[in-house]
């Protein structure tokens, strides 16, 4: 939810691949659907995760490590089976975050050219694919930085829509109500 990657980038996700000195994710070309380098920028709260799990994960190749086998990533069931779990089955999937994220984000005036970039989407008009490279770095930082702000504000509002007095934890995934 902090990145939008897909779940095949984030469960292939490699120490390297991490630039913290700069908050960002470098992923390679050969784990990306659209085979093209993608730069994800880091929220303060996606630094503290990953700083967190490094803590954690005594040194191994894939930041989501498979529990069998540690030189392998986690499973690709993981994710939806923990879902399932919190109690999301057949409400969510992992990957649909992208299309939330999305969604909020045009919503709360972001431009769909700076949302499709960080979703690593490709552009469909063949013209404009031909000539368009921009990144938008410094408008996805900021945009990245919000979500990551609005998602911890919602952490933070309680069933009646008050805002509660816990503090807020961006590690932490908001279970259904009711």
Same mark, same amino acid.
């Given at each position: 939810?902090?990145?939008?990657?897909?779940?095949? /980038?984030?469960?292939?996700?490699?120490?390297? /691949?991490?630039?913290? /000195?700069?908050?960002?994710?470098?992923?390679?070309?050969?784990?990306?659907?659209?085979?093209?380098?993608?730069?994800?920028?880091?929220?303060?709260?996606?630094?503290?995760?990953?700083?967190?799990?490094?803590?954690?994960? $005594?040194?191994?190749?894939?930041?989501?490590?498979?529990?069998?086998?540690?030189?392998?990533?986690?499973?690709?069931?993981?994710?939806?089976?923990?879902?399932?779990?919190?109690?999301?089955?057949?409400? *969510?999937?992992?990957?649909?975050?992208? *299309?939330?994220?999305?969604?909020?984000?045009?919503?709360?005036?972001?431009?769909? $050219?700076?949302?499709?970039?960080?979703?690593?989407?490709?552009?469909?008009?063949?013209?404009? *694919?031909?000539?368009?490279?921009?990144?938008?770095?410094? /408008?996805?930082?900021?945009?990245?930085?919000?979500?990551?702000?609005?998602?911890?504000?919602?952490?933070?509002?309680?069933?009646?829509?008050?805002?509660?007095?816990?503090?807020?934890?961006?590690?932490?995934?908001?279970?259904?109500?009711?």
């Amino acid at each position: 939810m902090l990145t939008f990657v897909r779940t095949g /980038e984030l469960r292939g996700a490699q120490w390297p /691949e991490f630039e913290l /000195e700069k908050a960002q994710w470098r992923i390679p070309a050969e784990r990306i659907k659209m085979r093209s380098e993608h730069i994800v920028p880091l929220s303060r709260q996606a630094l503290e995760v990953i700083r967190e799990l490094h803590k954690l994960n $005594d040194g191994r190749r894939y930041v989501y490590f498979n529990q069998a086998d540690h030189e392998k990533p986690m499973s690709e069931n993981t994710m939806i089976y923990a879902l399932y779990r919190m109690g999301y089955h057949s409400r *969510a999937t992992a990957h649909g975050f992208r *299309a939330t994220a999305s969604t909020i984000l045009d919503e709360q005036g972001f431009r769909t $050219d700076v949302i499709e970039r960080q979703l690593a989407h490709v552009e469909k008009n063949k013209v404009r *694919a031909a000539y368009h490279r921009a990144e938008y770095m410094a /408008e996805r930082r900021t945009m990245m930085q919000h979500c990551a702000d609005f998602l911890d504000g919602l952490y933070t509002l309680e069933a009646d829509g008050s805002a509660s007095t816990r503090k807020p934890r961006s590690t932490a995934l908001i279970p259904p109500r009711g």
